[in-house]
């Protein structure tokens, strides 16, 4: 039941002293307090009964209503018997949390509310399971007559009183009903959705995100899931995040809620068959390219895909190659790394910017060799989705982020994923990321900021791991393994080939790496990274072993910080003012530091060559 409704039923004896823009809230319960913190009791939606016995002079009320506004409570009721008037300073706190405020005429007992709110609120439940028949009929109806899931989230609304989003594994927003929710938020469900997966609990799962408030998951399953190992889908499966409570709904409305599912599972799987057309375009594609057709075939082949992956979007696009790899601990054909990986890459490559289940279609993904290769045509800033700068909604980390999920960047870790201005590197990142909104994409040229109009958005390495290792290393868990391989942009079919292999050949490097979300984008296959991946692993043992283990074991016995140190005199280049500065250290301790570092390992760290050997050293171990 309403507030308004509340108020408009004279009997209670209730006076609107501050909210009137809040009376469509909802009410849930009913709670009688003097308690100064009655926050412990309450799970929200309540009407607050109180008669002031807690205020004991005007200090009193702020923090009082903070809590109950904190506690998401309905509105406040106090009771003026034996005090005349409601305090101001009550009422101007309310005012402040933009919490309602009634007064109680003192001829009315809180008992009576009590049981006329009771009353209702039971009243209410009951009709809501009367009508889960209608219901299911009106929901089957919306999803039938073309409406897609914001129908169907739009009847919850109605209906329930329920705010409801569908979003993908990677936390970009399919369908909702309303606000959107922050990148953030959905990052952070999308996660907790793939982690409860994972534990093979039954759903829904309840969850409280950071922001305090709790939603109730609900996976969305298709027909081909039934049965299916989790780990063939958990990647790339969508799910209804429903902000409320589950574990207090009866089993009809849990099972309402379940229907809605299958209905919005009827629409994946209608824009899964949709994406049988771009499949057998990127395969046809990618067996011309790999099976070394002429430029011109390969031309003709890329001028057909451009309109169904760009429709109306006139001149031939530019294009990036990603490859990517799911690799399952004993997963077998339970869970076969190409087709896992094809699903995630059409999620995990459709644009943030534009929600819906027609995002992703500008993207092309075919399956090779246990691996999954996406065409991306790249479309000029400010023409579409795909091409366009990241909005207020772009989801991306931070564009130095990592190229490893929790590996730090330093000298004895991976490389980071891809220069920040690097030519080509990456699209503005999909889906969102638990950082700082900013922007995933860079020009093909290669300027950090926003390009002009007519140039087109690439792909960037960097961002693209910021964006979605997060949700989805909670979906690998400890068995799995996502590594991706991004190309330079290119605009003719003649450059095709070597895109392909410049994507193949990052994503080895991303292998190399440590860590569940690995990317690494074309501009490192110009570095020493290229090489390191494919040095043998007694080759690479050996090589640090000799130059590292002996200040290891002098770190271990004296506690000399011996390793830290010769990590941070080649991040600053050799420089012992900056290196001291950055270690708080004299200058004089570092050089005795540096010096005990050349005379365990018999090196020179005046030497490049020595300096490059401890470098390498570091990376690869």
């Known amino acids: 039941?309403?507030?308004?409704?509340?108020?408009?039923?004279?009997?209670?004896?209730?006076?609107?002293?501050?909210?009137?823009?809040?009376?469509?809230?909802?009410?849930?319960?009913?709670?009688?307090?003097?308690?100064?913190?009655?926050?412990?009791?309450?799970?929200?939606?309540?009407?607050?009964?109180?008669?002031?016995?807690w205020r004991h002079g005007p200090a009193d009320s702020e923090p009082f209503v903070r809590l109950l506004s904190t506690a998401g409570v309905a509105a406040l009721a106090a009771g003026n018997a034996g005090i005349g008037t409601i305090p101001q300073d009550l009422v101007d706190a309310c005012a402040r949390h933009r919490l309602p405020l009634f007064s109680v005429d003192e001829r009315v007992a809180f008992a009576t509310i009590t049981e006329y709110v009771v009353r209702q609120v039971s009243g209410e439940r009951a009709g809501d399971l009367a009508a889960v028949v209608d219901r299911h009929r009106r929901l089957m109806s919306a999803g039938a007559g073309g409406?897609?899931?914001?129908?169907?989230?739009?009847?919850?609304?109605?209906?329930?009183?329920?705010?409801?989003?569908?979003?993908?594994?990677?936390?970009?927003?399919?369908?909702?009903?309303?606000?959107?929710?922050?990148?953030?938020?959905?990052?952070?469900?999308?996660?907790?959705?793939?982690?409860?997966?994972?534990t093979g609990r039954p759903a829904p799962y309840r969850t409280a995100a950071q922001s305090g408030r709790v939603y109730s998951l609900f996976p969305v399953r298709t027909g081909t899931d039934a049965g299916a190992d989790v780990r063939a889908t958990v990647l790339s499966d969508w799910f209804l995040a429903v902000e409320a409570d589950a574990g207090e709904w009866p089993?009809?409305?849990?099972?309402?809620?379940?229907?809605?599912?299958?209905?919005?599972?009827?629409?994946?799987?209608?824009?899964?068959?949709?994406?049988?057309?771009?499949?057998?375009?990127?395969?046809?594609?990618?067996?011309?390219?790999?099976?070394?057709?002429?430029?011109?075939?390969?031309?003709?082949?890329?001028?057909?895909?451009?309109?169904?992956?760009?429709?109306?979007?006139?001149?031939?696009?530019?294009?990036?190659?990603?490859?990517?790899?799911?690799?399952?601990?004993?997963?077998?054909?339970?869970?076969?790394?190409?087709?896992?990986?094809?699903?995630?890459?059409?999620?995990?490559?459709?644009d943030p910017a534009e929600p819906g289940a027609e995002a992703a279609d500008r993207v092309a993904v075919a399956v090779a060799e246990d691996r999954a290769m996406a065409l991306v045509p790249l479309e000029p800033a400010g023409r579409g989705a795909l091409g366009s700068p990241a909005g207020a909604d772009g989801s991306a980390g931070s564009p130095g982020s990592p190229g490893s999920a929790g590996a730090p960047n330093s000298p004895n870790s991976p490389a980071s994923a891809g220069a920040a201005g690097s030519r080509g590197s990456t699209k503005r990142a999909p889906g969102h990321a638990p950082a700082a909104p900013?922007?995933?994409?860079?020009?093909?040229?290669?300027?950090?900021?926003?390009?002009?109009?007519?140039?087109?958005?690439?792909?960037?390495?960097?961002?693209?791991?910021?964006?979605?290792?997060?949700?989805?290393?909670?979906?690998?868990?400890?068995?799995?393994?996502?590594?991706?391989?991004?190309s330079a942009a290119v605009d003719s079919p003649e450059g095709l080939r070597g895109a392909?292999?410049?994507?193949?050949?990052?994503?080895?490097?991303?292998?190399?790496?440590?860590g569940r979300v690995c990317v690494a984008g074309h501009d490192e296959l110009a570095?020493?990274?290229?090489?390191?991946?494919?040095?043998?692993?007694?080759?690479r043992r050996a090589f640090t072993a000799r130059l590292l283990d002996p200040l290891r074991a002098y770190?271990?016995?004296?506690?000399?910080?011996?390793?830290?140190?010769?990590?941070?005199?080649?991040?600053?280049?050799?420089?012992?003012?900056?290196?001291?500065?950055?270690?708080?250290?004299?200058?004089?301790?570092l050089r005795y530091r540096i010096g005990r570092i050349e005379q365990l390992t018999g090196r020179d760290l005046a030497r490049l060559e020595d300096k490059l050997d401890f470098f390498l050293a570091l990376r690869m171990s």
């Open 1 to 53: 039941m309403r507030l308004s409704a509340l108020l408009d039923t004279d009997a209670l004896g209730l006076r609107l002293l501050s909210g009137e823009d809040e009376l469509d809230r909802t009410v849930r319960g009913v709670m009688t307090t003097d308690l100064r913190d009655p926050s412990r009791y309450l799970t929200g939606g309540e009407l607050v009964l109180t008669g002031l016995a």
């Open 147 to 198: 409406g897609g899931p914001e129908a169907v989230l739009d009847l919850l609304g109605s209906d329930l009183d329920l705010r409801a989003w569908v979003l993908s594994s990677t936390g970009r927003e399919i369908a909702g009903a309303g606000q959107p929710l922050p990148a953030p938020v959905r990052a952070e469900l999308a996660g907790a959705q793939q982690a409860a997966s994972r």
């Open 251 to 350: 089993a009809e409305r849990l099972e309402l809620l379940r229907g809605v599912t299958l209905l919005i599972g009827v629409e994946r799987e209608r824009r899964d068959a949709s994406r049988a057309v771009r499949r057998r375009l990127a395969t046809e594609v990618f067996e011309l390219v790999r099976g070394g057709a002429a430029p011109s075939e390969i031309g003709a082949r890329l001028r057909a895909a451009a309109p169904v992956l760009l429709p109306g979007g006139g001149a031939p696009p530019q294009w990036q190659i990603v490859v990517a790899r799911v690799d399952w601990a004993d997963a077998g054909a339970e869970a076969p790394p190409g087709p896992v990986a094809r699903a995630l890459l059409e999620e995990l490559l459709a």
């Open 438 to 486: 900013a922007s995933a994409a860079s020009p093909a040229s290669g300027d950090s900021g926003n390009p002009p109009d007519g140039e087109p958005v690439a792909l960037r390495a960097d961002l693209l791991l910021a964006a979605v290792r997060g949700p989805l290393a909670r979906g690998l868990a400890e068995d799995g393994r996502l590594t991706i391989g991004v």
């Open 500 to 514: 392909l292999e410049e994507a193949r050949h990052a994503r080895r490097v991303a292998a190399a790496r440590p």
């Open 527 to 539: 570095s020493h990274v290229l090489l390191l991946p494919f040095v043998p692993d007694d080759v």
């Open 555 to 589: 770190d271990r016995r004296h506690r000399a910080e011996l390793i830290p140190t010769l990590e941070a005199f080649l991040e600053c280049d050799g420089s012992w003012t900056r290196c001291a500065s950055r270690l708080h250290l004299h200058v004089n301790t």
